[in-house]
């Protein structure tokens, strides 16, 4: 990274860094550091991981309910979805680092971009303390800590799945129909083939129109006449 790269990386992370390199390191990926002989994010990662739980578990004792609710909705808050959607929302994917033959791979949906996102909460830990990654989390992942608390997130395509096993309809399949892009972004449409009946659904990403088509499809089925 150059110096006006990790200047809007800062203004986009919300934190200034006295080291720079921390910053520099969150964004390189095992395959450029393999072919350049440099360390990768893969430490950042791995204490950006552990302090996330801390957090969030903190965030969520000063909210309501017992243990168990808590635990659900600490893993629905750090699960990658999440976190990959910050990272993509902050655009913080356009700084990573791959080597040459990873640069050609489709990273959208890409767990490098919930990996990324723990670095950079990793590197702003040990540039400044621990209020600083508190003051990360909450302004990035405030609107997912918001959703597990208020509302239960629904997996669509396993509940379609488990109807399709229970009522020995056979497997599932999904199928992309579409790929482009609108407003600068990719948008997909999925279909999907389940129990007899087909569905199409929308997204930004690949998983968000599978989920919708599965919504669908599991609509049908149960209206169907038994």
């Not at 200034?16 to 964004?27: M, P, V």
Request: proline fraction near 2%; include cysteine; hydrophobic fraction near 35%.
């Amino acid at each position: 990274m150059n110096g006006k790269q990790t200047e809007k990386a800062e203004k986009i992370i919300g934190y200034a860094f006295k080291d720079k390199t921390l910053l520099e390191r969150a964004f390189v990926h095992s395959s450029y550091a393999n072919e350049n002989n440099v360390e990768s994010y893969e430490r950042l990662e791995f204490l950006g991981d552990g302090v996330l739980g801390l957090v969030v578990a903190e965030l969520l004792y000063e909210g309501s309910g017992d243990e168990g609710v808590m635990t659900v909705r600490r893993s629905r808050i750090v699960s990658s979805e999440p976190l990959e959607d910050a990272t993509e929302k902050m655009g913080l994917d356009e700084f990573i680092q791959y080597g040459k033959g990873e640069r050609t791979q489709d990273h959208t949906d890409s767990k490098v971009h919930a990996d990324v996102f723990e670095a950079v909460l990793g590197a702003v830990y040990l540039d400044g303390g621990y209020e600083s990654a508190v003051a990360f989390v909450t302004r990035h992942l405030g609107n997912a800590i918001s959703r597990a608390v208020s509302s239960p997130q629904i997996n669509h395509k396993g509940l379609l799945q488990e109807y399709c096993q229970a009522d020995k309809l056979g497997g599932v399949e999904y199928t992309l129909v579409s790929e482009e892009e609108r407003d600068g972004r990719p948008y997909f449409v999925s279909r999907v083939s389940a129990g007899g009946v087909t569905a199409t659904g929308e997204g930004r990403r690949k998983r968000d129109a599978e989920q919708e088509a599965a919504k669908s499809a599991l609509e049908k089925l149960r209206k169907r006449p038994q």
